[in-house]
């Protein structure tokens, strides 16, 4: 079974980490999702970065995929229960844990737009922290989305199932950093020395510190020892598909 390994945050506001990522993952011949924030973010855009939005071209070009990754990439207003899952999961990221469907709707289709608007097509979204209420999935199901995830499974929207692939990640901005950096390893090197379906998260951030950018590189070691493979691989969905109505 294939190491699933995935890039968040790809953003004119982390282009160097999230460059540097891609130049890690290329190197070891890996194959990866690269989850792009196309909204406004921290004051910036992607039109601010144009030497990022052709790395992503060429790394579209080389069978790289791109996927949507929410709008901003901020909370909207949570509930108080969201808002606690919201700390815990996504760092004050949550996006999409807590919208209606119309709302959805129209965040979804911004992102689309703006991918679409430089020459990619996404096939999949992931919700930043992997938090997404029904309505927001219904939302997907709508916009012609192959695939969603959460941090447990992957939900084939074309085919109605699920697939059950655990995500591992690590916490570099958080007091629990370094028990993050060593659980993703040790589950990491678990799955697989067994055989068993992983996911492996990366974010820019873990390139910001030298302990989880040393864990960083250490897991991308172990994931190069098993196939890997982007999401739209793991459903075996060729990449430009037409998926947004």
């Known amino acids: 079974m ?3 390994v995935s890039i968040h945050d790809v953003h004119a506001t982390t282009s160097a980490r999230s460059l540097e990522l891609l130049d890690m993952v290329r190197r070891r011949g890996i194959r990866a999702t690269l989850l792009v924030v196309p909204g406004p973010w921290r004051g910036r855009s992607l039109d601010d970065d144009p030497a ?3 790395r992503l071209s060429v790394a579209a070009t080389e069978g790289y995929e791109l996927a949507l990754h929410g709008w901003r990439h901020q909370p909207n207003k949570l509930s108080t229960t969201r808002n606690a899952r919201n700390r815990l999961m996504a760092r004050g990221c949550a996006e999409f844990c807590d919208l209606d469907l119309d709302t959805a709707r129209d965040l979804i289709a911004r992102g689309v737009d703006e991918m679409e608007r430089h020459g990619w097509s996404p096939l999949g979204f ?3 922290g992997w938090l997404a209420s029904d309505a927001a999935v219904d939302a997907l199901y709508e916009a012609g989305f192959a ?3 959460s941090h ?3 939900t084939d929207l074309w085919h109605d199932r699920q697939i059950r692939i655990p995500a591992v990640c690590q916490r570099p901005d958080s007091s629990l950093a370094a028990v993050g950096s060593w659980f993703t390893r040790q589950v990491l090197v678990r799955h697989v020395v067994q ?6 998260a990366l974010h820019p951030a873990d390139l910001d510190d030298p302990t989880t950018r ?3 590189i250490a897991t991308l070691d172990i994931a190069a020892c098993r196939p890997t493979a982007s999401y739209a691989d793991l459903l075996d969905v060729p990449l430009g598909s037409v998926t947004a109505a």
């Open 2 to 4: 294939s190491v699933v």
């Open 126 to 128: 992931t919700p930043p």
């Open 214 to 216: 040393d864990a960083t």
């Open 147 to 149: 695939y969603t995830t």
């Open 152 to 154: 447990l499974t992957v």
């Open 195 to 200: 055989g068993r379906p992983i996911r492996l």
């Open 52 to 54: 990022l939005i052709d």
